[in-house]
Structure formats: C-alpha cells, structure tokens
C-alpha cells in the first residue's frame, strides 16, 4: 500500500514563506503524478499544484501561480511545495496526493496524505 508523509507547514505571517513536503513510500507508475490541494474551514477542497516526476507536467492554480513553486526530489521520493508571498486567504490544511498522472483532478488521485495546517496571520 502506497503511503504519502506529508511535513512542514506551520504558521507564518503574511508575506511569509513555508515549504511543505510530500513523501512517497514508492516512485513508481502508481505514483507517477503527484498533486497538492487544500481545504479551508468551511470550503470545499481545491485543486493548488501538481507535476509528475518528469517535470513535465507541472499545473498551479490561478491564485498561487507566481507564489508557489513545486520542486522534486527523486532520490528520496519526496516532492516539496514552497509557498512565498503568503496571504491570510492561503489558510487551510494542504493534503498531497499521488496517481497514475498528475490532473488538477482529485478524484483521479488513488492515494492521500494526512493533510497538514497551514496558517497565515493577518
């Protein structure tokens, strides 16, 4: 069974950064697309990056672009989030994900992290 760690996140204040981690007990077809979404209280959870382990298929959502950057580490299966310019709207638990293809879909996604806070205060 596929197992994704998440680490990282924490409170930051706005105009911050924070980096979130995403490890993959396997890299392997099953886990080639890896994709990063976020449910605030009360919202549904949304779609905010996704990449596969080529690189070539890299999707940010419109109100991250310019801000978040997905990067990845193959040697260690671990695939990173690096959040700049953080806003208090930004607030949410950030869940990764891994399938077969990295979609901005979460449905396609097989496998699930934990989910991690992350909060921006105003």
């Known amino acids: 069974q596929v197992q994704l760690v998440e680490s990282g996140g924490g409170l930051v204040q706005a105009g911050g950064s924070l980096r979130v981690s995403c490890t993959a007990s396997e890299r392997t077809f099953r886990t080639y697309g890896m994709g990063w979404f976020r449910q605030a209280p009360g919202k549904e959870r949304e779609f905010v990056a996704s990449?596969?382990?080529?690189?070539?298929?890299?999707n940010y959502a419109e109100s991250v672009k310019g801000r978040f950057t997905i990067s990845r580490d193959g040697a260690k299966n671990t695939m990173h989030l690096q959040m700049n310019s953080l806003k208090p709207e930004d607030t949410a638990v950030y869940y990764c994900?891994?399938?077969?293809?990295?979609?901005?879909?979460?449905?396609?996604?097989?496998?699930w992290g934990q989910g991690i806070q992350v909060t921006v205060s105003s």
């Open positions: 990449d596969n382990w080529s690189g070539d298929s890299t």
């Open positions: 994900a891994s399938g077969r293809a990295a979609t901005i879909v979460d449905s396609v996604y097989d496998y």
